[in-house]
């Protein structure tokens, strides 16, 4: 059984940085989608970034792109985050599912195992 613990929330203001992380465990496959989603209140969760641990390229969304770096193995996940905005304050979980060395992350909707989440605040 995949476990997933993330850490490195907090309150920062808005310009600032923040670097999120995940320890993992238990995995089995040789490749895994590693993921980084954020929910904020009254708002559908979003997928932040993506790597495939098999290889290729990561992936950011749009809005993070520039700002935001997924990096790590699936044993430490990192979420480099700078130059923060208030729109940035959400929960952020990390993910983990099996999948072939040739799965696209960026493209993969359903995840099976998830971190408890730890918070984000950017104050403006």
């Known amino acids: 059984q995949v476990q997933l613990v993330e850490s490195g929330g907090g309150s920062v203001q808005a310009g600032g940085s923040l670097r999120l992380s995940c320890a993992g465990s238990?995995?089995?496959?040789?490749?895994?989608?590693m993921g980084w989603f954020r929910q904020a209140p009254g708002k559908e969760r979003e997928g932040v970034a993506s790597?495939?641990?098999?290889?290729?390229p990561t992936d950011h969304s749009d809005s993070v792109k520039g700002r935001f770096t997924i990096y790590g193995t699936r044993n430490t996940l990192y979420l480099q985050m700078n130059s923060l905005k208030p729109e940035d304050s959400a929960m952020y979980y990390c993910?983990?599912?099996?999948?072939?060395?040739?799965?696209?992350?960026?493209?993969?909707?359903?995840?099976?195992?998830w971190g408890q989440g730890t918070q984000v605040t950017v104050s403006s």
């Open positions: 993910a983990a599912r099996a999948v072939s060395s040739r799965q696209l992350c960026r493209t993969l909707t359903e995840y099976t195992y």
């Open positions: 238990g995995y089995t496959y040789s490749s895994y989608c």
């Open positions: 790597f495939n641990t098999g290889g290729g």
